[in-house]
C-alpha cells in the first residue's frame, strides 16, 4: 500500500539511485514528491491545426492521427531516424525522431496524439521534430495543463513528470489534513483530489478550485498555529516597568531629534502597557521610514531603567548590525550595555555575549535568530522585541517570548497591512500605528521606464555616484541557472497568471557588466547565496561609502538605513509585489538628498502596470497597501518562498496565491473554533491536524542557528 508516508522507493521503477537524486531536492517519501507543486503550467489546452501552427512558429500543441506506419532507417553518422506522417483536417507533416527507435512502436497506424512542439517548413515540407505526445483516445479527454516541475539533482521534466504521474496512481488513500465539516462547509476538494488536480488540472477552473485548497490548508494551519500560541500568552501578569518622566526625557534628549506627534503617541501607549502590571504583546506598525527603531530603543530603555534586561531580533544580520551600530553609542552615552549576537559571529565572542547576558553584565541585546538558542539566557529579561516581524513565523516569536516568565512582547512592522487583515493576522495583539513620517522627509519621486531608456539611465546611475551619492539596483534574481528546461509555449502559474519570459536581471552578471561599463564607479554585488562574512563586508563598504552602486536581490529588502543613498533601480519591476516594491523603495529618501526610485520593466501585463504605475503615484505605504488588497488579494502580505528564500525566513508556500479575503477570514475563523474546542487538538478527528500543525510550526522553526 502506497501511501504520503511511504518512501519513494515504494514507488515503481525508483531504485536507490533515483531516490538519491530525489533526497537532494528534500523528497524522500511520496507525501514530499506531492507536495512539491508545479512552478507553471504549459497550456497543452490551445490546440492548434497544422495551418495555424505553421503561422505561429512557436511551441504549441496540435491533434493529429497517424497517417503513415512508423519506419526507422541508420543514417551515415551512425544516427537512427524514426519518421512517419500525421494529419488533420488543415494538412499533413512529417514526424522526426532521432536515436529513439523504440519510439515506433509507440505509435499506432490511424491513432490519434496530442503533439506538442515546434512545426517548421524545410525541405519543402513541414515537420516535428522531436515533439512531446500523448495518445488521445477520445474515452478520456486530456488535461489542458501538463504541470513544469521546479527542477534540481540531475532530475530532468520527463522523469518528473512520469514519477508524479506514478505516485499519484499507486496512492492508495489520502488522509485529509482539513476536517470533513470544514471541507464541505466551504466546498473545499479533498486533499487527494487536490493532489490529482494541481499535478493534472483538466482545466484553469479546476486548477483554481485546487489552488483554494491549498491556499485554506495553509492558512488554516497558519492559523491553527497563531491560535495555538496565542493561548498561551494572553491576559498574564507581566513585569511592572515605570520610569519617571524625568528619566524618559534623559532618553529623549539624548536624541538627535524630537519624536514625531505619532512617534509620542505610540511611546506612550508602550509605557502604559509596560506599568499595566499585565504582560504587553503590542504590534508597532508604521511605513518605512516612520521611525520605529528609537521607538524600541525607547522601550528598551524603560526596561534595562528599572532593572531588567531587553533584548531584539532582526532578521538578517545585515539589520541586526545595523541596530546594533546606530543604538550602541546612543546607549552607551547613557550608561547601558549593549551586546550584538549574530551567527557568523566566532564561537568564543558568542560565548562571550552568552556569559555576559547570563550575568547581568548586558542590559541590551541586539541579534538574529541566534537569539533563540538554547545557551542565550538573560539573567533578568523583561522585554522581548522583534523587527520586521513578518519575516519570522509564529514559533520564532513564541520562542523569543520563552527566555523568561510573563515577558513583554513588541514586535514592529514596515509592512503596512490594512486595518482589515492585521485583525485577522495579529489578533492576539495590540496595534499600535505610526501615521506620519519624520518633518522634511523628501518624497521619492518614482518612474516606470523600459529597456529604450537603458542609457539614459546608466548616465543617471553614473551621474548619482560622480556627485557622491550611492545607488542600489535591485534584481529579481542571482545568477544563471541551467536547472530549467524551457519547453516552449505559454506558461501559466497555479495563480492563473501568465509568466513572463523575458529575460531576467540577474545580480552577479548585472554587477559586472556595469562594473565594465562604468570603470570609474565602484560597483559590489550582495545576494543571499554568498557567505555571511561576504555579504557583511559588502555592507560595511557600503555603509562607508567605498561602494557606490549596490547591485543586490532583494536581501536588501527591509530595514536598511544608509542616508547617503538617493536611487533605487528596480530591475524587472513587474516581478515584485507591490508592497515589496514599497518596501524596497524605503530604501532611498533617509537623507537630505532629493532621491529617485526607478522601475524598469518591459511588461505589457495590465495588472503589472497598474501595480506599477500606483507606486508611481503614491509614498503613502497604507495607500498602496490597501489598493494592493484590492487589487492582488492578501495573499502579497504573505511573503512567498521566492522572495524569502534568500534570508531563510518562514515561508508560505501557496498562501501568497490567496486573492480572496473572505477565505482569509474564514481560514481563522475556523481555526480559532477548533482550538477553543480542542486546544490541544487531542480528539481523534483532530489527529491528522495535530500532525499537520506540528510539521507546519516545524517548517518556520527550522531555520533556527
Ligand atoms: P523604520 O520605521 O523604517 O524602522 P527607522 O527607525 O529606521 O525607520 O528611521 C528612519 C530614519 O529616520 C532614521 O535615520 C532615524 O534616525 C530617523 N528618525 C526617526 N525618528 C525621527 C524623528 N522624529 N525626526 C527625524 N528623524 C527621525
Ligand atoms: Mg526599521
Not at 161 to 186: C, H, N
Amino acid at each position: 500500500m502506497v501511501t504520503m508516508k511511504s518512501p519513494v522507493t515504494s514507488l515503481a521503477g525508483i531504485g536507490p539511485k533515483k531516490a538519491e537524486m530525489f533526497a537532494k531536492i528534500g523528497v524522500h517519501t511520496v507525501g514530499e514528491l506531492l507536495r512539491r507543486f508545479p512552478r507553471a503550467y504549459q497550456n497543452r489546452g490551445d490546440i492548434r491545426t497544422l495551418a495555424e501552427a505553421g503561422m505561429t512558429g512557436d511551441y504549441c500543441a496540435m491533434m493529429l492521427t497517424v497517417g503513415t506506419r512508423p519506419s526507422t532507417a541508420l543514417l551515415k553518422n551512425r544516427m537512427t531516424l524514426t519518421k512517419f506522417s500525421a494529419f488533420d483536417d488543415t494538412g499533413k507533416c512529417e514526424v522526426v525522431f532521432f536515436n529513439q527507435n523504440y519510439i515506433k512502436d509507440a505509435f499506432a497506424l490511424g491513432a490519434t496524439y496530442r503533439f506538442w512542439g515546434k512545426l517548421i517548413y524545410q525541405k519543402n515540407k513541414w515537420s516535428l521534430t522531436a515533439p512531446q505526445f500523448e495518445p488521445f483516445t477520445g474515452a478520456r479527454p486530456l488535461p489542458d495543463y501538463v504541470p513544469v516541475y521546479p527542477l534540481g539533482g540531475g532530475i530532468g521534466q520527463k522523469m518528473m513528470r512520469a514519477t508524479v504521474g506514478i505516485a499519484l496512481a499507486s496512492l492508495d488513500e489520502v488522509q485529509d489534513v482539513i476536517p470533513e465539516v470544514i471541507r464541505k462547509k466551504y466546498n473545499l476538494l479533498s486533499l487527494q483530489d487536490a493532489l490529482y488536480t494541481v499535478h493534472s488540472p483538466m482545466n484553469p477552473e479546476r486548477l483554481a478550485e485546487a489552488k483554494r485548497y491549498f491556499v485554506f490548508e495553509e492558512l488554516f494551519l497558519f492559523a491553527l498555529s497563531v491560535a495555538r500560541s496565542q493561548k498561551e500568552c494572553t491576559g498574564e501578569k507581566g513585569i511592572l516597568l515605570t520610569l519617571s518622566d524625568a528619566d524618559m526625557n534623559a532618553f529623549l534628549s539624548a536624541l538627535p531629534f524630537t519624536l514625531t506627534d505619532a512617534q509620542s503617541r505610540v511611546l506612550s501607549e508602550i509605557r502604559k502597557d509596560l506599568a499595566s502590571g499585565f504582560a504587553m504583546h503590542r504590534l508597532v506598525s508604521g511605513d518605512v521610514g516612520s521611525g520605529k527603531t528609537v521607538i524600541a530603543a525607547a522601550a528598551a530603555y524603560i526596561a534595562v531603567k528599572s532593572g531588567y534586561q531587553a533584548a531584539m531580533m532582526a532578521p538578517t544580520e545585515i539589520l541586526a548590525r545595523q541596530h546594533y551600530n546606530d543604538l550602541a553609542p546612543l546607549f552607551s552615552s547613557l550608561g547601558i550595555r549593549v551586546g550584538l549576537l549574530v551567527g557568523n559571529m566566532t564561537p568564543a565572542k558568542k560565548r562571550k555575549v552568552h556569559e555576559d547576558a547570563a550575568r547581568g553584565e548586558l542590559d541590551f541585546v541586539i541579534g538574529t535568530h541566534a537569539l533563540l538558542t538554547e545557551s542565550m539566557q538573560f539573567r533578568a529579561p523583561a522585554l522581548m522585541i522583534t523587527d520586521e516581524q513578518h519575516r519570522f513565523g509564529v514559533k520564532q516569536r513564541a520562542a523569543l517570548a520563552e527566555k523568561g516568565e510573563n515577558l513583554h512582547v513588541l514586535v514592529m512592522s514596515a509592512t503596512p497591512i490594512p486595518r482589515t487583515l492585521a485583525l485577522v493576522l495579529y489578533g492576539d495583539l495590540d496595534i499600535s500605528t505610526i501615521n506620519q513620517l519624520p518633518p522634511k522627509r523628501q518624497k521619492v519621486s518614482t518612474f516606470l521606464v523600459d529597456e529604450s531608456y537603458r542609457a539614459r539611465l546608466n548616465g543617471f546611475i553614473k551621474k548619482q555616484a560622480d556627485e557622491g551619492r550611492q545607488v542600489y539596483i535591485v534584481c529579481p534574481a542571482i545568477e544563471d541557472t541551467a536547472d530549467d528546461e524551457d519547453e516552449g509555449g505559454q506558461l501559466v502559474t497555479m495563480g492563473g497568471e501568465v509568466i513572463d519570459k523575458k529575460p531576467l536581471r540577474r545580480a552577479v552578471e548585472y554587477a559586472k557588466e556595469l562594473s565594465l561599463a562604468m570603470p570609474t564607479v565602484s560597483v559590489g554585488c550582495l545576494h543571499g547565496k554568498m557567505p555571511a562574512q561576504e555579504k557583511d563586508r559588502v555592507m560595511a563598504a557600503f555603509e562607508e561609502g567605498r561602494i557606490s552602486v549596490l547591485v543586490s536581490t532583494t536581501v536588501i529588502e527591509v530595514g536598511v538605513n544608509i542616508p547617503n543613498a538617493t536611487l533605487m533601480v528596480i530591475e524587472n519591476a513587474d516581478r515584485f509585489g507591490l508592497s515589496q516594491l514599497h518596501q524596497l523603495r524605503g530604501r532611498v529618501g533617509r537623507g537630505a538628498y532629493k532621491s529617485w526610485c526607478i522601475l524598469v520593466s518591459d511588461s505589457e501585463n495590465e495588472d503589472s502596470l497598474r501595480r506599477m504605475r500606483a507606486l508611481c503615484e503614491t509614498n503613502d505605504g497604507y495607500r498602496i497597501a490597501e489598493f494592493d488588497l484590492a487589487q492582488r488579494g492578501p495573499g502579497d502580505f504573505f511573503a512567498s518562498e521566492e522572495s524569502n528564500r534568500q534570508s531563510g525566513e518562514f515561508k508560505f508556500r501557496v498562501a501568497s496565491l490567496c486573492d480572496d479575503t473572505e477565505l482569509l477570514s474564514s481560514a481563522f475563523a475556523e481555526a480559532t473554533r477548533v482550538i477553543s474546542q480542542d486546544p490541544e487538538l487531542l480528539a481523534e478527528e483532530n489527529k491528522p491536524l495535530k500532525e499537520a500543525c506540528d510539521a507546519f510550526a516545524f517548517a518556520g522553526k527550522n531555520t533556527l542557528s
